[in-house]
Nanobody
Framework: QVQLVESGGGLVQAGGSLRLSCVVSGRTFSAFTMGWFRQAPGKEREFVTAVRSTDGNTYSTDSVKGRFTISRDKAKNALYLQMNSLKAEDTAAYYC????????????????????WGQGTQVTVSS
């Protein structure tokens, strides 16, 4: 059974930083394409960023480019999301997601392509 457990959310002022963590258990971590999604109240879940298992390349939505960085530590079976220069509009529940399937670039942002999800961690940015 694959499990994803996020941590690191919290309340931060605009312009501040947070680092989210996601620890994966139950299967070989390196085989997964991993991603971060977020969902604000009343809105659909949206893609934030992902790292592909096939080539290690990362992809991000335009609104977080230059501010958010995804990384993975294979020795720790962990995925991270470093979030800098946070804005009020970044407020949301953040979810870690994984799939063992090889995704093409255009599929990375589709939540339906991911098979495993964490429980979410809340990020609140005060303005």
């Amino acid at each position: 059974q694959v499990q994803l457990v996020e941590s690191g959310g919290g309340l931060v002022q605009a312009g501040g930083s947070l680092r989210l963590s996601c620890v994966v258990s139950g299967r070989t971590f390196s085989a997964f394409t991993m991603g971060w999604f977020r969902q604000a109240p009343g809105k659909e879940r949206e893609f934030v960023t992902a790292v592909r298992s096939t080539d290690g390349n990362t992809y991000s939505t335009d609104s977080v480019k230059g501010r958010f960085t995804i990384s993975r530590d294979k020795a720790k079976n962990a995925l991270y999301l470093q979030m800098n220069s946070l804005k009020a509009e970044d407020t949301a529940a953040y979810y870690c997601a994984a799939t063992a399937r090889r995704l093409i670039i255009s599929s990375l942002r589709r939540s339906s392509e991911y098979d495993y999800w964490g429980q979410g961690t809340q990020v609140t940015v005060s303005s």
